[in-house]
């Protein structure tokens, strides 16, 4: 249906067990597998969990949640006619948009975690959301903490919420900063690398070279991108997109805006957890915000879909 958006978690949803519930015996847990050369299906529903948290896990784990989720809603006969998704969540949903195949989205994330992990080494990187603070008091904060190091704004998540990210001192800088301009909260997130920020440029060198000869189609629906909030749906437009989303801002309440102005009153979230359905709900108040994580949740999307 021309109405509803498909959207789609990042890095952040994951927990131990998910993906039981809707997937115990899906055959992407083979296909996954296959594609990384391990067991993905024994590692998130037994973990353990410092295994699952590291990055280059995480990233391939979420995706392949979030397409068994995906595959149980559009068994029921569930269409969408936008997709997006949050940083990681954008793989997701060029899957579901038909641009690239489930094997080659998940080998390119488990690559991609890998690339970033290594783009900056353990300790010298941060991020930090900050809450109840205007967008142009935190740029100031970043540009007065420049002299501890390179900090910048990573993701605009919702009227309220704003992530930075860059060297560790530089970050905690710009938190004390931010509180002492009246932010609400400022605190340290309990993530490994600055993700969203210039200090993953080498990151995001190293994924186009696994980019570039990957096969992209068009997409069969549009999907607004993290890095402009733009719809596109030319699969020609796809590399140079995912390599700039590594470094640049990911523009959520953008993209949530856009797809309310393209004509989506509905969106459900598929995959782990519920952080976008908190944030769209903060950001478009009178949509209808449904998920898909589990068998109630499900049960209980496509009675309101009706």
Known sequence: MSSIAFVFPGQGSQAVGMGRELGEESPRWADASAALGFDLRRLCFEGPEAELLLT???????????????????????????????????????????????????????????????????????????????????????????????????????????????????????????????????????VSAPFHSALLAPAARRLEAVLTPLPFRDLAVPLVTNVDAEPITEGSRLRDTLVRQVTSPVRWEEVVRRLVKEGASTFVEIGPGKVLSGLIKRIAPGVRILNVEDRASLAASLEALG
């Open 56 to 190: 280059a896990n995480t990233q391939p784990a979420i995706l392949t949640v979030s397409i068994i989720a995906l595959d149980a809603l559009t068994a029921a006969g569930v269409r969408c006619g936008f997709v997006a998704g949050h940083s990681l969540g954008e793989y997701s949903a060029l899957v579901a948009a038909g641009a690239m195949t489930f094997a080659d989205a998940v080998r390119t994330v488990r690559a991609r975690g890998q690339f970033m992990q290594e783009a900056v080494p353990p300790g010298e990187g941060a991020m930090a959301a900050v809450m109840g603070l205007d967008r142009t008091k935190i740029a100031e904060a970043c540009l007065e903490a420049a002299d501890s190091g390179q900090v910048q704004v990573a993701n605009l998540n919702a009227p309220d919420q704003t992530v930075i990210a860059g060297t560790t001192a530089a970050v905690k800088r710009t938190a004390e900063l931010c509180r002492a301009r009246g932010a609400k909260r400022a605190v340290l997130l309990p």
